[in-house]
Nanobody, 121 residues
Framework: QVQLVESGGGLVQAGGSLRLSCAAS????????MGWYRQAPGKQRELVAV???????NYANSVKGRITISRDNTNNTVYLQMNSLKPEDTAVYYC???????????????WGQGTQVTVSS
């Protein structure tokens, strides 16, 4: 399967910035989309941003203009640059990858363990 290792979370003050990274490894045949989701206490998990292998990008309206997603296909890594952070951005951020392993024809969605982002007021 695919393993996703996230890093870059932490505690920042409102208005600050963080850069999250997620590296995929394992028996990867190919990766299509990579993205970031987040889940705050008492709320459902929501899409933050996604980028496809064709570099098409979609952002959630709540973060549009404040975050940038990028991808390094050579290293199977996706990044999330977050600026002008707000306390309501506090959540566990999860990386995902839609990938095929081995000779499988099926694309599965894999998830990272999550990284905590806390924005203080």
């Amino acid at each position: 399967q695919v393993q996703l290792v996230e890093s870059g979370g932490g505690l920042v003050q409102a208005g600050g910035s963080l850069r999250l990274s997620c590296a995929a490894s394992g028996s990867i045949f190919s990766i299509n989309a990579m993205g970031w989701y987040r889940q705050a206490p008492g709320k459902q998990r929501e899409l933050v941003a996604v980028i496809t292998s064709g570099t098409n990008i979609n952002y959630a309206n709540s973060v549009k203009g404040r975050i940038t997603i990028s991808r390094d296909n050579t290293n199977n890594t996706v990044y999330l640059q977050m600026n002008s952070l707000k306390p309501e951005d506090t959540a566990v951020y999860y990386c995902n990858a839609d990938a095929r392993i081995g000779a499988s024809r099926t694309t599965f969605r894999y998830w990272g363990q999550g990284t905590q982002v806390t924005v203080s007021s």
